[in-house]
């Protein structure tokens, strides 16, 4: 089993920047694909970024790209998400998700999440 819980939410205004992380532990996460997905009030959730097990292959969807970038310590058990230029569009509850494989924005064929961390953007 794979446990994950995220932490640096918060409120920031239009334009600041956070930084998310993901640590995990019961296992090492060094080969799992990971992800973030965000849902907010009254949406499906959705994909925010994957990261292969190597870092080699990251995606974002279009709304984030060039604003947020995913990495990850795989020394450290953690996936980070550091995200810049936040709208008020991006406020969410952001869950880390981790995947045997890699797996995108394929919800369904992730295996772990966390418990989420709430990040609030005003204008």
């Known amino acids: 089993q794979v446990q994950l819980v995220e932490s640096g939410g918060g409120l920031v205004q239009a334009g600041g920047s956070l930084r998310l992380s993901c640590a995990a532990s019961g296992r090492t996460i060094s080969s799992y694909a990971m992800g973030w997905f965000r849902q907010a009030p009254g949406k499906e959730r959705e994909f925010v970024s994957a990261?292969?097990?190597?870092?080699?292959?990251?995606d974002y969807t279009d709304s984030v790209k060039g604003r947020f970038t995913i990495s990850r310590d795989n020394a450290k058990n953690t996936v980070s998400l550091q995200m810049n230029s936040l709208e008020p569009e991006d406020t969410a509850v952001y869950y880390c998700e981790a995947s045997r494989v890699y797996s995108g924005s394929a919800y369904s064929r992730y295996d772990y999440w966390g418990q989420g961390t709430q990040v609030t953007v005003s204008s």
């Open positions: 990261i292969s097990w190597n870092s080699y292959i990251t």
